[in-house]
C-alpha cells in the first residue's frame, strides 16, 4: 500500500467535519459517507454556554467573589499604605525616633491587612477550583450522555480516536482554563476597577496619562487574538488527526506487522505530526508573543507615568509617597492586562476544544419514539418485511424492494456475495437505520411503533466482529440480561460450547478479560458472545456470521448448541459457510440488494442457479 498524502490522511483522520448537517434520516450518513456537523460555534456562543456550566454553581460563585473583594481590597489597601510611610520617612523636621516608631506601627498594620488578603485569595482558589472541577464533570457527563443517543451511523464513520480525544485533549484544555483563566479573568477584571478608582483618587491626571494607553493594549490585543483563535482550531483538529491515526494503528498492529508497513505507517504519522507541529508552532508563536507585546506596552505607560509623576514632585505639586503607590497602582493596573495575555494560548486551546465538544453534542440524536409507541407484550417473533428498501446514502439504493416472512421457530438464512445487503438486513431490524421505503413489522406492529429500548431488548445479536467489556467472563456474559443469575450464566456458557474453556482457566468464570479479550483466542471471544446472546431471553436471534472465527470442530458443537436456543425464536443467519444453513427453513440469495432466490436448501439446489453455483463451488461469494 503506497502512502497517502497529507490531504488524503487529513480527510480520513482529521476529525469531524464541519459542513452543515444534512438530514440524518436516510441521508447525509452510514457506510461510505462521513458525518457531517454543523459551522463552528463563534467565541461568544461559545463562551455563553461555558459560562451556563459555572452558573449552577452561583452560591460558590458569589463566594469566590466576595473573596476576590476582599483579597483585592486587601493588596490595594496595603499598597495605600506606602504613601503615608513614605512620606513620614522622608520628611526631614520628624525626629528619627518617631519615625522609627511610626514605620514599625504600620508595618503591623499593613501585615494584618496583607493576611487577611492571603485568606481571601486562598478561600477564593478553593472555591473556584470546586466551581471548575464541577463543571468540567457536568460537561464530561453530558458530552458522554450525548454520544449514548446518538445513531449508530455517527460511530461507523467517526474515528474511534477522534472521539476520544474531545474527551481527553479538549475537555482538559477546557479543565485548564476554568481552573486559573477564568479566576484570572474575573480576579483582573475587579482588580482594574478598584486600582483605576484609587488611582483617579490619588491624581486624576497621572491617571489620564496611563489610560492612554488602553486604547492601544485594546487594539493591539484583539488582533493577535483574532489570528492566534484560528491558529488553535486548526491546532486541536491536527491533534484529532494524530489520535485518530494512533488510536487505529495501535489496534491494528498485527495487521501492520503481517503485510510489513512499518515503514508506510511511519511515514503517515510523520506527515500528520510534521502538519502538527506546524499548526502548534504558528499558534504558541501568535499565542506567546501577546505576552511580551503587553509587557513592553506596560514598561512604556509605567516610564511615562513614572516620567510625568517625577515632574510633579520636582515642581512641588505631587507628594514622594503620592508617586510612589501610584507608580505601583499603574503597574497593578497593566498586570492583570499583562498575565491574561499570558494565558492566551491557553484559552484559545480552551476554546477551540469547547467548539468540537458542543458540536458533538448539538448533533441531532436517534429521532425519539412517537408518543403512540407501544409493543405487544410479550413479542412473539412474527418478522414480515414488505416491499423495503433502503440506501445509506440519497441517491445510492442498497436495498431493493426486499419481502420476507418469519415466524418463531424458524430459521432464516441470508446468503450472497459481500456488499448485497444482508447486514444491512438485520441493521434495519434493530432500527440502528431507519427503512426509506416499505414496512417491516413485528408480530404485525411497524417496528417504527415500537420502542426502540423494547424493540431491541427483544433481538439478541452475535455479530462477525466481537466486543467484550473490562471485567470477569461472568459480568460479560451477563450483559446479555444483567439479572440473570450464577445459574443461567453458566447454563448459557453450556448452551454455547463455552464452559469447558472457561473452567480450564485459572479463575473460571471470575476470570477478569482485559483489552477486549486479548488474553482469549478469536474462537473464545466469539463463544462469550454468543453465550451472551443465549442467556438472553429475546424471541428474535440475528447471527451474523457468529460461526466464522471458530473451527469446524467447536463449529459442530455450536451448532447442536445453537439448535437448542433457536427453539421457539425467530433467527435469523447470515453466513458464508453454506454448510450451517442446509438446515434453514428458508434460504434467501441476495445479490446487488434484491432477492434473487428463495426456498429451502434442497428447493434451491434443484432450481441449479446461483445458490447451487455456490454451494458446488462453481462460484465464490465475494
Not at 510523520?270 to 506596552?297: H, S, T, Y
Not at 444491512?424 to 426502540?452: C, M, S
Not at 470477569?472 to 450464566?489: K, P
Request: with cysteine; glycine share 10%.
Amino acid at each position: 500500500m503506497a502512502g497517502r498524502d497529507l490531504k488524503n490522511l487529513r480527510a480520513r483522520y482529521g476529525g469531524i467535519d464541519e459542513k452543515s448537517l444534512e438530514g440524518q434520516r436516510g441521508g447525509g450518513g452510514g457506510p461510505g459517507g462521513r458525518m457531517a456537523f454543523g459551522r463552528p460555534k463563534d467565541t461568544k456562543g461559545v463562551v455563553k454556554r461555558l459560562l451556563g456550566y459555572i452558573a449552577m454553581f452561583w452560591k460558590r460563585i458569589a463566594g469566590a467573589l466576595a473573596c476576590m473583594l476582599l483579597s483585592t481590597a486587601a493588596s490595594l489597601a496595603g499598597s495605600y499604605l506606602l504613601r503615608p510611610i513614605i512620606n513620614v520617612i522622608a520628611a526631614a523636621d520628624t525626629p528619627a525616633g518617631e519615625r522609627v516608631a511610626y514605620l514599625g506601627a504600620m508595618m503591623g498594620v499593613m501585615a494584618a491587612v496583607y493576611l487577611v488578603g492571603v485568606a481571601g485569595t486562598y478561600c477564593q482558589s478553593r472555591l473556584m477550583i470546586g466551581v471548575s472541577q464541577s463543571a468540567i464533570e457536568h460537561i464530561r457527563n453530558d458530552l458522554f450522555n450525548k454520544l449514548q443517543t446518538l445513531p449508530i451511523r455517527f460511530f461507523d464513520n467517526e474515528s474511534t480516536g477522534e472521539v476520544m480525544s474531545r474527551f481527553t485533549n479538549d475537555v482538559d484544555n477546557i479543565g485548564m482554563m476554568l481552573d486559573s483563566s477564568i479566576t484570572s479573568l474575573v480576579s483582573g477584571a475587579i482588580t482594574l476597577v478598584m486600582t483605576l478608582a484609587l488611582m483617579l483618587f490619588t491624581s486624576p491626571l497621572l491617571t489620564l496619562v496611563t489610560v492612554v494607553f488602553l486604547p492601544l493594549f485594546a487594539l493591539t490585543g484583539n488582533v493577535l487574538m483574532k489570528r492566534s483563535r484560528r491558529y488553535y482550531v486548526s491546532q486541536q483538529n491536527a491533534l484529532g488527526a494524530v489520535n485518530g491515526y494512533i488510536e487505529e494503528n495501535v489496534s491494528g498492529q498485527k495487521v501492520v506487522k503481517v503485510f510489513n508497513h512499518e515503514s508506510v505507517c511511519e511515514s503517515e504519522f510523520g506527515l500528520l505530526n510534521d502538519d502538527l507541529r506546524d499548526k502548534q508552532q504558528r499558534a504558541q508563536f501568535v499565542g506567546g508573543i501577546m505576552g511580551p507585546v503587553m509587557g513592553n506596552l506596560s514598561q512604556v505607560s509605567y516610564s511615562l507615568t513614572a516620567g510625568v509623576g517625577g515632574v510633579l514632585c520636582a515642581l512641588g505639586r505631587f507628594d514622594v509617597g503620592g508617586l510612589a503607590i501610584f507608580v505601583n497602582y499603574s503597574r497593578q493596573f497593566s498586570r492583570p492586562i499583562s498575565e491574561l495575555s499570558q494565558q492566551m494560548s491557553m484559552i484559545f486551546a480552551a476554546l477551540a476544544g469547547a467548539e468540537r465538544v458542543f458540536r458533538i453534542m448539538d448533533l441531532d440524536p436517534e429521532e425519539p419514539d412517537p408518543a403512540d409507541a407501544k409493543a405487544p407484550d410479550p413479542l412473539l417473533g412474527h418478522v414480515e418485511l414488505k416491499d423495503v428498501s433502503f440506501g445509506y446514502v440519497p441517491g445510492k439504493t442498497v436495498l431493493k424492494h426486499i419481502s420476507l416472512y418469519a415466524k418463531p421457530g424458524q430459521k432464516i438464512a441470508f446468503v450472497g456475495s459481500t456488499g448485497a445487503g444482508k447486514t444491512t438486513i438485520t441493521n434495519l431490524l434493530n432500527r440502528f437505520y431507519d427503512i426509506d421505503e416499505g414496512t417491516i413489522t413485528i408480530d404485525g406492529v411497524d417496528i417504527r411503533k415500537i420502542p426502540r429500548e423494547t424493540l431491541r431488548r427483544n433481538i439478541a445479536m452475535v455479530l462477525q466482529d466481537t466486543h467484550l467489556f473490562t471485567g470477569t467472563i461472568m459480568e460479560n456474559i451477563r450483559y446479555g440480561r444483567l439479572d440473570a443469575t450464577d445459574e443461567e450464566v453458566i447454563a448459557a456458557a453450556k448452551t454455547a460450547s463455552a464452559h469447558s474453556f472457561i473452567r480450564r482457566l485459572a479463575d473460571g468464570y471470575d476470570t477478569v478479560i482485559e483489552g477486549d479479550g486479548a488474553n482469549l483466542s478469536q474462537g473464545q471471544r466469539q463463544l462469550l458472545n454468543i453465550a451472551r446472546a443465549a442467556i438472553s431471553k429475546a424471541p428474535i436471534l440475528v447471527l451474523d456470521e457468529a460461526t466464522s472465527s471458530v473451527d469446524t470442530r467447536t463449529e459442530r458443537h455450536i451448532e447442536h448448541g445453537m439448535d437448542r436456543l433457536m427453539q421457539d425464536r425467530t433467527t435469523f443467519v447470515i453466513a458464508h459457510r453454506l454448510s450451517t444453513v442446509r438446515n434453514a427453513n428458508a434460504i434467501m440469495v441476495l445479490e446487488n440488494g434484491e432477492i434473487i432466490e428463495r426456498g429451502d436448501h434442497d428447493d434451491l439446489l434443484a432450481m441449479k442457479g446461483r445458490y447451487y453455483e455456490l454451494y458446488t463451488g462453481m462460484s465464490e461469494l465475494t
